[in-house]
Nanobody
């Protein structure tokens, strides 16, 4: 099992940047594929980005390509989401998730709020 904890959310103006972190417990973090998802008020949860256990492959949703970057540091048991050029539509609770491929994302963090507003 793995336990996840997000941090780094907050209030930022449009055009600003934030970096989210997802810290994982345990010694097997490097064996998990990881992902970021978000849920805006009144909307369904949506995929944002994912990264393979090795960091060798990343995927980003079309809505964040060119603005967000996902990365991980397996030595620190931490995943990151660098968010640049933030827009009001990026306002949501951001969750990190973990899975052992090819299984589903079975582990969740508690989420961190990101609010983009002037």
């Amino acid at each position: 099992q793995v336990q996840l904890e997000e941090s780094g959310g907050g209030l930022v103006q449009p055009g600003g940047s934030l970096r989210l972190s997802c810290a994982a417990s345990g010694r097997t973090f490097s064996t998990y594929d990881m992902g970021w998802f978000r849920q805006a008020p009144g909307k369904e949860r949506e995929f944002v980005a994912s990264i393979r256990w090795s960091g060798g492959r990343t995927d980003l949703s079309d809505s964040v390509k060119g603005r967000f970057t996902i990365s991980r540091d397996n030595a620190k048991n931490t995943m990151y989401l660098q968010m640049n050029s933030l827009q009001p539509e990026d306002t949501a609770v951001y969750y990190c998730r973990a899975r052992r491929a090819p299984g589903p994302y079975a582990y969740w963090g508690q989420g961190t709020q990101v609010t983009v507003s002037s």
